[in-house]
């Protein structure tokens, strides 16, 4: 899996194709919602068709068809979508670029010509996708890992201390046994914490977890560096002795239910505004409404959400119900999808996008929403 770095996201938005075009496309190969790669490559399609009457595009399309089917190809080479949920891939032919990224996260479908590539998408994920450190220790062993994205990028493992010799013919009390074993396990704990901070020193990561043994998670959790344990982020069903796949998978559920969590919170952020009347607008028509006047901070939607609409060629605003725009009275064309075309507006517009796995409340706020900015 090839993942973007800052430096790529910097080197992207400084390419520049001046009197020619640059590519942008996004999309999400995630198999729990697209079951087949016919699925996300009709989606391509999809999106090509849509970018193609975009005001100016038209008469610049002879210029893209080369970027267009660089893309295609590399779509067509699929995906070991057990890892792999979204793709971001930027073509400039006048600039000889092209760069196809693999995320271990969705993203959300988008295609962009302009004099620039659209990096906004591509910041996002690296700015959520936060390095995510996990310190596996039992007894005997401790093991920390260091993940960006889903790759592994850092890994240190070390023995530890062992037990106090025991006097096995009753010379002590079973409470001195008692005593020592607990001072061991202090002993380990603090190597088990040092381990932890100084991989954190030379790899910081944001987010911990533990896959620590039940008796030794406890003394850990308190011998971490006060840092790290703001950085707690809950345990994790592995071992030290896991293999490499197991760990990495672990890893990754994490990841994808933290995003949950931050769903959950925007959601709630939703509600509260929509319920008090300020700050947010729940269910199609207010949305679209809110996009046409460039209100729209945060676009929510739950995830499969699509109903046919309708797009003004001559003010671009976007409504569920046709003929005729109810902003400037021109003749509206009609969409398969006026959610995506929502996605899309709200895009180009510099707004954050939320894609809702699975959330109940936004389902029944009408399955999109906005938080508004004024």
Sequence with gaps: MRIPTAQDVRDLALVRADDEVAVTCYLNVDGKRRLRPADYETTLERLVKRARRRPGVQARWKAVESDLEKIRRRVEQGFDRSVVRGCAIFSCSARGVFEAYELPVPVVDEMRISHAFAVRQLERVLEECRPLGVLLADRHDARM????????????????????????????????????????????????????????????????VLGVTDELAPLVQRKLHPYLKEMLAGGIGVGVQSSEEETRRAALEVDRQLERNRERRLVDSLREAVASG?????????????????????????????????????????????????????????????????????????????????????????????????
Aim: with cysteine; proline share 2%.
């Design 145 to 208: 890992l260091v993940y960006e994205m889903g790759v592994r990028v850092a890994e240190r493992s070390i023995p530890l201390e062992p037990g106090s010799n025991y006097d096995t013919k009753g010379h002590i009390q079973w409470a001195d046994v008692d005593h020592r074993a607990l001072a061991d396990d202090e002993r380990r704990a603090h190597q088990i914490a040092d381990l932890a901070w100084e991989v954190y020193g030379e790899r910081r990561f944001a987010q911990l």
């Design 278 to 374: 300020r700050g947010g607008v729940a269910g199609l028509d207010g949305v679209l409404d809110a996009l046409a006047d460039h209100r729209v901070s945060t676009l929510l939607v739950s995830a499969g959400f699509t109903r046919e609409g309708w797009w003004c060629p001559t003010c671009g605003s976007l409504a569920s119900v046709g003929r005729t725009c109810r902003r400037c009275g021109g003749e509206m064309q009609e969409v398969e999808d006026v959610v995506e075309e929502a996605v899309d507006e709200a895009l180009a517009q510099g707004c954050a996008v939320e894609v809702c796995v699975e959330n109940a409340d936004l389902d029944v706020l009408g399955q999109i929403g906005g938080l508004l900015r004024f």
